[in-house]
């Protein structure tokens, strides 16, 4: 089964800085990956995903991720973080699979918070 | 109007006390699912159904019951709430397979007292 980690309880930056929220993964093949984000009172909004190919992938909200097999890890980035950024963050891993359908498991997510 | 609605958004209740959660959606996807969300473990899955006819238990199933009413209705029951199922609970859809995008509601903020 696949299972998420996500080092970082809580993260803080400063606005304009940059952000990388860390996530590893565990699963025997090459997963589905996701991260999607969640502002306070909210349900869980798509970021972004990897399902194949270039291992750089681009969201919404100018946040990118790559998936780098060999550390099993698939980061979250942003050159400048804006105000309006700060939420909670989640990673999750699929398994790509009809058996498995679209369940996916969650890392414990970061929370970010951005300082003016 | 949400494509995924739940109800109540918020819900204190009694150990002991049958609490249903409901939640509709307009997506018109097969595939729903229940989540509870609880601080640093992140979103746990209770319950998943395919299409109407097939109802699965997830991770963490003991003490939630489900019901699909419909391609667009899936509600969650607690038959008698304990207080450690206080949490924040989410409904969740998703298209066919080839597309694994989940699409989650505002959430159900559940207090057992």
């Known amino acids: 089964a696949q299972s998420v980690t996500q080092p970082d309880i809580h993260i803080t930056v400063s606005e304009g800085a940059s952000l990388e929220l860390r996530c590893n993964y565990s699963y025997g093949a090459t997963p589905y990956l996701f991260w999607y984000v969640q502002s306070p009172g909210q349900g869980l909004q798509l970021l972004l995903k990897y399902f194949s190919g270039d291992t750089l992938v681009q969201g919404i909200k100018g946040f990118e991720a790559e998936f780098k097999r060999s550390q099993s890890s698939f980061n979250l980035r942003k050159p400048s973080v804006h105000w309006s950024d700060a939420a909670e963050y989640f990673c999750?891993?699929?398994?790509?699979?009809?058996?498995?359908?679209?369940?996916?498991?969650f890392g414990a997510g970061t929370i970010l918070r951005v300082k003016s | 109007d949400a494509d995924v609605t739940q109800t109540p958004r918020n819900r204190i209740t009694k150990t002991g006390k049958r609490i249903m959660l409901e939640c509709s959606q307009t997506?018109?996807?097969?595939?729903m699912y229940w989540y509870r969300q609880d601080p640093g473990l992140g979103l746990r899955l209770i319950y998943y159904?395919?299409?109407?006819?097939?109802?699965n238990k997830g991770e963490i199933s003991d003490g939630y019951s489900v019901s699909r009413q419909a391609q667009a209705k899936f509600s969650l029951s607690l038959e008698s709430a304990i207080p450690n199922q206080t949490a924040l609970y989410f409904c969740a859809t998703s298209e066919a397979p080839g597309n694994e995008k989940l699409f989650f509601g505002s959430g159900t903020q559940l207090s057992v007292l």
């Open positions: 997506k018109g996807h097969d595939r």
């Open positions: 159904s395919f299409d109407v006819k097939d109802i």
């Open positions: 999750a891993v699929g398994a790509p699979s009809e058996e498995y359908g679209n369940k996916l498991v």
